[in-house]
């Protein structure tokens, strides 16, 4: 937001400099990113009066007697098409500089000597977008008033200092020049002084003349006034150069009045032709799918339910908020002018003017809020001006839908709170002072504060705003400045830290690849590769429709990462992801999702099922594992996936990704795995035991076993375990056989056992005997020893 110092200077009475004034804001809580003078960098620029004004034959230029002050009129030769003779303009005289630093010198134009340049307001410095439409192709006429010879600055306000605001949405009450002047008089112990205003109103009623009515809940309140018998026409001189200054183009003084009150009050408002209406009611509702409505930029727009309209006779003239239509727009023959005033619901103006992209100072200050207590007196003001500077006759009394109010606020706050949120030792009277700046009134019991906030702030409803209020007034450079009381204790990391470290370790040490991956997906994705339906936790406002609902397991980010990889020609992958999952389980009092850490692995391209177990087996090696037959995971390949099992308790899955699955990420066959960390942790073991090197050899015997087609590796190795044979240290399988000599409804599994006692060497007998065990075992659950 662009603020006029000298405007500003009207309601506070502050006489500093305005780089202080900007730097005192920035440190106060509203950042002023530059402070502009328009006249820098100029010079020798003086009013001038155009004496005579001939044709140049055979061009478009005009040769010009121009009376600068000096003893005689100077020739300057101008190209502009509304130079004529009796007009007074600006005059760069020779030397002088204008905007880009261009230097004017003497010269010849088609032979004719010119001594300066007749200068628009583009060539000082003003930017087009806020250059009248009258002079946009051509020089700026001056008053008639102005003084030839004298600098032209003081007559176009470019001796002025315009302050650039940066607004953040919490503190939208400075959108506005009323805004400014409380926060600026807060600052400097000031009190702000604004003009009452006197509105002569008609015996004639407005309500005799139109009605109002809201029918949507998008609108607290629509107010409206009719001024009769105005003469539309340029504003006066001090109204443009204040909002040329402020970043807004002068149209015409009825339409420079509502810019004028928008950034005087931040009240968005807008000027309809009444002799326009086809019906002399207002009718405020929603827009019905399919209406079109024609805006002031003269593009036709197709509305939907969601956007709010103004109506006339069932019609819309105005997209509620955001532009008004083009139907009804003041011209210069219109003659009355009904004025609106409203309360709009910001999200409702945010989603239309997204849309359309639409983006308009008034759509911006609905959506981050108004001072709803000025609707009234904003309304009023601006009638009073057009009155004056358009002739017009206000009628009597304000049409409105109600006679909404909005009320203060009261924020109860301790003395202790605020000293102790701020490091301070505030006294009451301090605070209660500091209040008063702010302009707040302040109820006081013992150390209790009962603060009322007026609506202008609508930013302030707890006590961390009060607290935030008294730093900024107070100082942030007067807070005191302590180091934290550590004490003396080890810092250490948490059980899970460490085991997350470990893991990352772990993993790296086995050649994978850390990623991280996005914890919000699309619904679809953020379900699979689970076996319990969870209510999903999604976003009330997202980013994007993939970014949208919190994920309950890993794998399909990591899936997308495969993918991405894949696409640019990376086909060997080995990556792993230590992160959360979120799931509801219905019994959180606040609603949220309970946060579990897990670890995923993908593996794909020269790659296979055993390489991504032994990964699982290296990360668990220290616990008791096992592996067990999954079918459950639709996600997953049926036959080639398993769970993962650690005394006893299921901690998580590893295995092939069903073939239509990668075919849907368009990726190929990989394999992943999905580790709980909480189980992890719950079974690892407190410390590892060392256990000495034996120092006589181990001992191997292969045994092959014909069994049924469907008897897993497990239910072996279980029914080998149950022999309870001391000797055995170790038992793992090293072949899978099916074909010639081996019945159809059979496979041959074949082990490798091996056998160690530390104590001594084994001789054959213990180990025919440990295997006479064994196989006796095997022989009762009926597998047939080859």
């Given at each position: 937001?662009?603020?006029?110092?000298?405007?500003?200077?009207e309601y506070?009475?502050?006489?500093?400099?305005?780089?202080?004034?900007?730097?005192?804001?920035s440190t106060?809580?509203i950042e002023?990113?530059?402070?502009?003078s328009?006249?820098d960098?100029?010079?020798s620029?003086?009013?001038?009066?155009?004496?005579?004004c001939?044709?140049?034959?055979?061009?478009?230029?005009?040769?010009c007697?121009?009376?600068?002050?000096d003893?005689?009129?100077?020739?300057?030769?101008?190209?502009?098409?509304?130079?004529k003779e009796?007009i007074?303009?600006?005059?760069a005289?020779?030397?002088?500089?204008?905007a880009?630093?261009?230097?004017?010198?003497?010269?010849?134009?088609?032979?004719?000597?010119?001594?300066g340049?007749i200068c628009?307001?583009g060539?000082?410095?003003?930017?087009d977008?806020?250059?009248p439409?009258?002079y946009?192709?051509?020089?700026?006429?001056?008053?008639s008033?102005a003084?030839?010879?004298?600098?032209?600055?003081?007559?176009?306000?470019m001796?002025d200092?315009?302050?650039?605001?940066?607004?953040?949405?919490?503190?939208?009450?400075?959108?506005s020049?009323r805004?400014?002047?409380h926060?600026v008089?807060?600052?400097?112990?000031?009190?702000?002084?604004?003009?009452?205003?006197?509105?002569k109103e008609?015996?004639?009623?407005?309500?005799?003349?139109i009605?109002?009515?809201?029918?949507?809940a998008?609108?607290?309140?629509?107010?409206?006034?009719?001024?009769?018998d105005?003469k539309?026409?340029?504003?006066?001189?001090?109204?443009?150069?204040?909002?040329?200054?402020?970043?807004?183009?002068?149209?015409?003084?009825?339409?420079d009045?509502?810019?004028?009150?928008?950034?005087?009050?931040?009240?968005?408002?807008?000027?309809?032709?009444?002799d326009?209406?086809?019906?002399?009611?207002?009718?405020v509702?929603?827009?019905?799918?399919?209406?079109k409505l024609t805006?002031?930029d003269?593009?036709?727009r197709?509305l939907?339910?969601d956007?709010l309209?103004?109506?006339?006779?069932?019609?819309?003239?105005?997209?509620?908020?955001?532009m008004?239509g083009?139907?009804?727009?003041?011209?210069?023959?219109?003659?009355?002018?009904v004025?609106e005033?409203?309360l709009f619901?910001?999200?409702?103006?945010?989603k239309?003017?997204?849309?359309?992209?639409?983006?308009?100072?008034?759509?911006?200050?609905?959506e981050?809020?108004i001072?709803?207590?000025?609707?009234t007196?904003?309304?009023?003001?601006?009638a009073a001006?057009i009155?004056e500077?358009?002739g017009?006759?206000?009628?009597?009394?304000?049409v409105?839908?109600?006679?909404?109010?909005?009320q203060?606020?009261?924020?109860?706050i301790?003395?202790?709170?605020i000293?102790?949120?701020?490091g301070?030792?505030?006294?009451?009277?301090?605070?209660?002072?500091?209040?008063?700046?702010?302009?707040?009134e302040?109820?006081?019991?013992?150390?209790?504060?009962?603060?009322?906030?007026?609506p202008?702030?609508w930013d302030?409803?707890?006590?961390?705003?009060?607290?935030?209020?008294?730093?900024?007034?107070y100082g942030?450079?007067?807070?005191?400045s302590?180091?934290?009381?550590?004490?003396?204790?080890?810092?250490?990391?948490?059980?899970?830290?460490?085991l997350?470290?470990?893991?990352?370790?772990?993993?790296?040490?086995?050649?994978?690849?850390?990623v991280?991956?996005?914890?919000?997906?699309?619904?679809?994705?953020?379900?699979?590769?689970?076996?319990?339906?969870t209510?999903?936790?999604?976003?009330?406002?997202?980013?994007s429709?993939?970014?949208?609902t919190?994920?309950?397991?890993?794998?399909?980010g990591?899936?997308?990462?495969?993918?991405?990889?894949?696409a640019?020609?990376?086909s060997d992958?080995?990556?792993?992801?230590?992160?959360?999952?979120?799931i509801?389980?219905?019994?959180?009092?606040?609603?949220?999702?309970?946060e579990?850490?897990?670890?995923?692995m993908?593996?794909?391209?020269?790659?296979?099922?055993?390489?991504?177990?032994?990964?699982?087996?290296t990360?668990?090696?220290?616990?008791?594992?096992?592996?067990?037959?999954e079918?459950?995971?639709e996600?997953m390949?049926p036959?080639?996936t398993?769970?993962?099992?650690v005394?006893?308790?299921?901690?998580?899955?590893?295995?092939?990704?069903?073939?239509?699955?990668?075919?849907?990420?368009d990726?190929?066959?990989?394999?992943?795995?999905s580790l709980?960390?909480?189980?992890?942790l719950?079974?690892?073991p407190?410390?590892?035991?060392?256990?000495e090197i034996?120092?006589?050899?181990?001992v191997?015997?292969?045994?092959?076993?014909l069994?049924?087609?469907?008897?897993?590796?497990?239910?072996?190795?279980?029914?080998i375990?149950?022999?309870?044979?001391?000797?055995?240290?170790n038992v793992s399988?090293?072949?899978?056989?099916?074909?010639e000599?081996v019945?159809?409804?059979?496979?041959s599994?074949?082990?490798?056992?091996?056998f160690?006692?530390?104590?001594?060497?084994?001789?054959?007998?213990?180990?025919n005997?440990?295997?006479?065990?064994?196989?006796k075992?095997l022989?009762?659950?009926?597998f047939e020893?080859r």
């Open positions: 937001m662009l603020v006029s110092y000298k405007w500003l200077k506070v009475d502050v006489d500093v400099p305005a780089a202080d004034l900007a730097e005192k804001m106060s809580g002023v990113e530059g402070v502009e328009r006249q960098g100029l010079k620029i003086v009013v001038g009066e155009v004496v005579s001939e044709d140049i034959p055979e061009t478009h230029l005009h040769l007697q121009v009376n600068t002050g003893a005689e009129p100077r020739q300057i030769v101008c190209g502009a098409p509304n130079v009796g007074k303009v600006i005059v005289l020779p030397g002088a500089r204008i880009g630093n261009y230097k004017i010198k003497k010269g010849k134009m088609r032979g004719y000597e010119s001594l340049m628009s307001l060539e000082l410095g003003f930017p977008s806020v250059v439409k009258e946009a192709d051509g020089i700026y006429i001056m008053p008033d003084k030839v010879g004298d600098d032209v600055f003081k007559y176009i306000g001796d200092e315009v302050l650039e605001l940066s607004i953040t949405p919490n503190r939208a009450d400075a959108l020049m805004g400014v002047a926060e008089a807060a600052i400097y112990d000031k009190k702000v002084n604004f003009p009452s205003v006197e509105l008609e015996d004639k009623k407005t309500s005799d003349e009605a109002v009515q809201v029918d949507s998008k609108s607290k309140t629509y107010k409206s006034r009719i001024i009769e105005v539309v026409g340029p504003s006066p001189l001090w109204l443009q150069n204040l909002l040329m200054n402020i970043g807004v183009r002068p149209i015409s003084n009825v339409v009045v509502t810019n004028y009150i928008l950034m005087y009050f931040g009240q968005p408002m807008h000027a309809f032709d009444l326009t209406f086809k019906e002399r009611k207002i009718l509702r929603d827009a019905r799918d399919g209406e805006t002031l003269d593009v036709e197709e939907t339910s956007d309209v103004i109506t006339v006779a069932d019609k819309p003239v105005a997209l509620a908020g955001v008004g083009l139907d009804t727009e003041i011209t210069e023959k219109s003659t009355n002018v004025l005033a409203a619901d910001g999200a409702s103006i945010r239309t003017s997204q849309k359309f992209n639409l983006r308009s100072e008034s759509s911006a200050r609905f981050k809020g001072n709803e207590a000025d609707v007196l904003a309304l009023d003001t601006a001006m009155a500077l358009a017009g006759k206000v009628l009597n009394g304000v409105e839908s109600n006679d909404y109010k909005p203060s606020v009261d924020v109860a301790t003395l202790t709170k000293n102790s949120s701020l301070t030792d505030l006294t009451i009277d301090q605070v209660v002072a500091i209040f008063d700046q702010l302009g707040f302040t109820s006081v019991d013992g150390e209790n504060l009962v603060v009322t906030i007026p202008r702030r302030i409803t707890i006590e961390a705003d009060l607290v935030e209020e008294v730093a900024r007034i942030y450079d007067n807070l005191p302590t180091l934290p009381n550590a004490g003396n204790t080890i810092g250490e990391l948490t059980p899970m830290q460490k997350r470290r470990d893991t990352r370790t772990v993993l790296e040490g086995a050649g994978l690849t850390e991280i991956s996005y914890a919000l997906t699309t619904p679809e994705k953020a379900s699979q590769f689970t076996k319990v339906s209510e999903l936790v999604s976003l009330a406002m997202p980013m429709e993939e970014r949208q919190l994920r309950n397991s890993i794998i399909p990591m899936l997308d990462i495969v993918n991405y990889n894949m640019r020609g990376n992958l080995a990556i792993y992801e230590v992160g959360n999952v979120f509801k389980f219905g019994n959180e009092e606040d609603g949220r999702p309970t579990l850490p897990q670890v995923a993908a593996f794909t391209g020269n790659t296979d099922f055993y390489q991504a177990k032994g990964v699982v087996e990360l668990l090696q220290d616990m008791d594992l096992r592996f067990e037959k079918t459950k995971l996600d390949h036959g080639r398993a769970r993962v099992i005394s006893g308790k299921e901690i998580g899955f590893v295995g092939q990704v069903h073939p239509a699955v990668a075919k849907a990420y990726i190929p066959t990989t394999y992943v795995a709980d960390l909480t189980g992890i719950e079974n690892k407190e410390q590892v035991v060392f256990t034996p120092k006589f050899p181990a191997k015997r292969d045994l092959a076993l069994v049924n087609r469907d008897t897993e590796n497990q239910e072996v190795l279980d029914i375990d149950s022999a309870k044979v001391k000797l055995l240290k399988i090293f072949d899978v056989y099916t074909g000599n019945p159809t409804d059979k496979k599994l074949a082990y490798s056992l091996t160690q006692n530390p104590e001594q060497t084994l001789t054959d007998e213990e180990i005997s440990a295997m006479n065990k064994i196989v075992k022989n009762e659950a009926g020893v």
